[in-house]
């Protein structure tokens, strides 16, 4: 296994909640990722880390924060869920190389 | 504004064909290439990179590069219909950041 793994899979939540993904990986790989994957826009990024509190905004950040404290862990959080974020989350790890890929997380915000 | 570009397909080939992917990018500064593999409802895989102008061949795929006109295909021979996935190409950006396409949808028809 890549060791790579995102939590939660699945979620539900209300608009105006702030909700928090989690990815955690054993690899002690450098260069961490968060995209949102939405049908007819590929893989947009939203923010993404290249040390422990070393982080920068990607293409799609607004609603968005991170934090990474820990190598092994990089936080997602949603401020105040709209719909608008509904979407697929996918979480990625890099040495430099190409990147693998968590198995993502389905929110859903009704 | 670094592209890479795909066409969005569906790109439909008989079983035992050869199927062929195509990518164009932008940013001449790139110089490493990959493609994912994508099935629905999964996350991105990597298939194969590519670093040097021609061809590099892993069992029935095969990845080529040419620099002078930004291309990159992927050629897949006797496709099979676990074949059929969503393709995405990415080039590698001086910051080791991956800029990705959009994909190309697949379908292997038995």
């Known amino acids: 296994d890549a060791g790579i793994t995102q939590s939660p899979r699945h979620k539900v939540t209300e608009t105006g909640t702030p909700v928090t993904l989690r990815c955690h990986q054993t690899e002690n790989h450098r260069y961490m990722y968060w995209y949102r994957q939405d049908p007819g826009h590929g893989l947009r990024l939203i923010h993404y880390s290249y040390g422990v509190k070393d982080t920068d905004k990607g293409e799609v950040s607004d609603g968005y924060s991170v934090s990474r404290s820990k190598t092994e862990d990089f936080l997602l959080t949603l401020e105040s869920a709209t719909s608008s974020q509904t979407s697929v989350y996918f979480c990625a790890i890099s040495d430099g190389g190409g990147y693998t890929f968590g198995s993502g997380t389905r929110l859903t915000v009704v | ?110």
């Not at chain 2, 199927?19 to 164009?24: E, I, P, Q, R, V």
């Not at chain 2, 676990?82 to 949808?105: E, F, M, R, V």
């Open chain 2, 1 to 110: 504004q670094k592209e890479v570009e795909q066409n969005s397909g569906p790109l439909s080939v008989p079983e035992g064909a050869i199927a062929s992917l195509n990518c164009t990018y932008s940013d001449r500064g790139s110089q490493s290439f990959f493609w994912y593999r994508q099935y629905s409802g999964k996350s991105p895989e990597l298939i194969m990179f590519i670093y040097s102008n021609g061809d590099k061949e892993d069992g029935r795929f095969t990845a080529q590069l040419n620099k002078a006109s930004q291309y990159v295909s992927l050629l897949i021979r006797d496709s099979q219909p676990s074949d059929s996935a969503t393709y995405l190409c990415a080039a590698q950006d001086s910051n080791y950041q991956l800029i990705w396409g959009a994909g190309t949808k697949l379908i292997i028809k038995p």
